[in-house]
């Protein structure tokens, strides 16, 4: 049995600025973010880690960075773990983007043709590519415990191909700045043992 465990990047400087940084470069961890980064990466330790793949931007591989010198591993970049596309919306902030093109982030989930003419990647293409690293790590890594340090959407990839959720529960689904998502992967099958792993402290907060 495999255990593969999705990280989502602690808070960054664009998650305090609501803005969509998608691939820029030079946006860090806010301080708030080192610390979850921190404790998470000692909760993780529990777990007997015995690899970590990261996405290459900033804010995600710092956090990788974090929970590896916790651990002892060394992580890899891997690119299908990255950020999505932003495409014209990259830099824009959250509050721009509805007023102009209304629920942009409802609309990705449906596959609305108009997030790809904005040159967003599309939710399919983020699937595809999640499912790649998770086949990976399976046929690799069997029978270890994983952690993917990535993205929001990335996590919500992989948690609408397990759970078949609608478009509207994944538009209203959040995955909190450094909490763990685990799959567990048995006989060629994935399940959802957690979601939203982190400090207790924390559940109050405006993720």
């Given at each position: ?21 998608g ?6 961890l ?11 990466a ?11 793949y990261?996405?290459?931007i ?5 956090t990788?960075?974090i929970?590896?010198?916790?651990n ?9 773990l990255?950020?999505?596309d ?28 108009e997030?790809?003419?904005q040159?967003?990647?599309t ?8 499912q ?11 029978g270890k ?35 763990i ?11 959802l043992k ?14």
């Open positions: 049995m495999t255990s593969i465990i999705f990280l989502r990047h602690g808070q960054a400087k664009n998650n305090t600025e609501r803005l969509l940084a691939r820029t470069e030079g946006v860090p806010t301080d708030t973010g080192i610390k979850q980064a921190e404790s998470i000692g909760f993780i330790k529990e777990m007997k880690v015995d690899h970590i990261t996405s290459p900033q804010r995600a591989k710092h990788a960075e929970v590896g010198n916790h002892s591993i060394d992580p890899i970049v891997d690119e299908r990255i950020e999505l932003m495409g014209k919306f990259t830099g824009m902030k959250y509050d721009d983007i509805f007023s102009s093109h209304g629920n942009v982030f409802l609309k990705f989930y449906q596959g609305n043709v997030i790809a003419h040159g967003v990647e939710f399919a293409q983020v699937k595809s590519r999640v790649s690293i998770v086949d990976h790590v399976v046929s690799q890594h069997s415990n994983v952690v993917l340090v990535t993205h929001m959407d990335p996590i919500k990839a992989m948690i609408s191909s397990v759970l078949g959720l609608s478009p509207e529960r994944m538009f209203e689904l959040i995955v909190a700045n450094a909490s998502n685990v799959f567990k992967e048995y006989d060629g099958k994935l399940s957690a979601i939203n792993v982190m400090n207790p402290s924390r559940f109050d907060q405006d993720w």
